[in-house]
């Protein structure tokens, strides 16, 4: 199946570690949600900011997530 991306953008106004937490949130509820409603192998996702997401299935069709993020001082 091919690698699709997707873009988020993010609220440019908040502080590096609510959006930290807002991201990961994100990830982990409605992302995840997104990947298993469509039936997808792989997703990546950057939200502009730096910040990255890497999810992938595995065969026990569990789903493996990979964050990134990057903090601004």
């Known amino acids: 199946m091919e690698d699709k ?3 988020v953008a993010a609220d440019e106004k908040d502080e590096a570690v609510g959006h930290k937490m807002k991201w990961t ?3 982990e509820t409605t992302l995840v949600d997104f990947f298993s409603a469509y039936k997808l192998e792989k997703l990546t996702v950057e939200d502009g900011n730096g910040n990255k997401a890497k999810l992938s299935l595995l065969k026990d069709n569990g789903i493996k997530i990979e964050l ?5 001082i």
């Open 5 to 7: 991306t997707l873009s």
């Open 25 to 27: 949130g994100f990830v």
């Open 68 to 72: 990134s993020s990057v903090s601004v």
